[in-house]
């Protein structure tokens, strides 16, 4: 199974637009290694067919930047994208399937309650629902993905919840789904190569470890991680925003209950930050925060980033 970190960055990017902190600043000007796009991976079993986890609101630019996503030689229109399967439906996370709306036939995995937030969004229906399927995934039920064919992905996808909120846009209003205290709106995911049974976990977003995700994380070989923000109070303490991470949904990196404390104990092969946000200090490569998250055994990637499994 082959894995491509096409963006690493939470909400925003690194710089974001209207930021002038630290970090986005530098990555504007002297230190532009620090630009990073949207958080999402890209999975394939066959180096051939591609699956993407979420799609950015960069995902142009990840795939002009991937050349195993660019259209296969001899076809006058390709994609490899045979697939996207939604975590969540944070703008982050769904924006970029607007950017995949010329006509290639692909299929769209998501919960039921996100599902509903595509369904409640008519400018979503620039995907044709006959060529560009909505299938809906369930909670503890894998599933494999199939190619627009219909044949084999050997990819095999078991989603589970993950402790979190329904997206930021939906706070205040009823979600489209109804009920707001029911699961389904985060969810983490076991992607595994059905041949070898190399597998990999994607939580981007988890605002707790509990019991039951130790137990399933366990002695995994690879993570991808939650790591939004350095400290739970970050965006606060810069006067860039009114929320904790907590208030996000997200767990910090550091503290007693953050992802290095949480994790550190649970015999994971290669843990890997996602979704880092441009105030987080552990971006910077000589800072105190990047060299406890490297001591803790973490990696902090850069776009790009290809692992074989
Ligand atoms: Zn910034």
Same mark, same amino acid.
């Given at each position: ?7 690493? +960055? ?16 530098? @990555?504007?000007?002297?230190?532009? =290694? ?7 991976? @890209? ?16 995902? !142009?630019?990840?795939?002009? @930047? ?16 045979? &697939?996207?399967?939604?975590?969540? #439906? ?12 010329? #006509? ?24 044709? $629902? ?6 809906? %995934? ?15 992905? &050997? ?9 979190? $909120?329904?997206?930021?846009?939906? =706070? ?5 789904? &109804?009920?707001?205290? =029911? ?24 605002? @707790? /470890? ?9 002695? +995994?070989? /690879? ?12 965006? %606060? ?7 904790? *991470? ?20 649970? &015999?994971?092969? !290669? ?23 490297? !001591? ?7 776009? *790009? ?5």
């Amino acid at each position: 199974m082959r894995v491509v970190v096409l963006g690493a +960055a939470a909400g925003g990017g690194v710089p974001q637009w209207n930021c002038n902190c630290d970090i986005c600043r530098a @990555a504007r000007g002297a230190q532009p =290694e620090l630009r990073s796009t949207q958080a999402s991976i @890209a999975v394939s079993a066959d180096n051939a067919h591609w699956f993407l986890v979420n799609a950015s609101p960069d995902l !142009r630019q990840q795939l002009l @930047a991937t050349p195993q996503l660019h259209p296969q030689a001899g076809y006058l229109r390709h994609s490899p994208i045979a &697939g996207v399967i939604l975590t969540n #439906g944070e703008v982050d996370a769904v924006a970029g399937l607007l950017s995949l709306r010329e #006509g290639w036939p692909f299929t769209i995995y998501a919960h039921q309650r996100v599902l509903s937030i595509l369904k409640s969004n008519s400018i979503f229906n620039v995907l044709d $629902k006959k060529r560009v399927p909505r299938v809906p %995934i369930q909670l503890g039920a894998a599933f494999e993905p199939r190619l627009p064919d219909g044949s084999s992905s &050997g990819l095999e996808i078991l989603p589970f919840t993950a402790p979190g $909120k329904p997206a930021w846009y939906l =706070e205040g209003t009823t979600h489209p789904e &109804g009920r707001d205290d =029911e699961p389904g709106d985060t969810l983490g995911l076991r992607i595994a190569d059905k041949e070898s049974g190399e597998h990999l976990y994607f939580l981007a977003a988890c605002a @707790a /470890l509990t019991p039951d995700l130790r137990q399933r994380l366990q002695g +995994a070989p /690879l993570i991808f991680f939650d790591g939004t923000l350095w400290s739970n109070d970050e965006m %606060i303490v810069a006067g860039l925003g009114a929320k904790t *991470g907590q208030r996000m949904g997200h767990m910090s990196m550091s503290g007693e209950r953050g992802a290095m404390a949480a994790l550190a104990d649970l &015999g994971i092969a !290669r843990k890997i930050f996602l979704h880092i946000n441009n105030s987080n200090p552990a971006l910077l490569p000589d800072s105190d925060e990047r060299a406890a998250v490297e !001591r803790a055994g973490w990696q902090i990637p850069s776009d *790009g980033t290809e692992i074989t499994l």
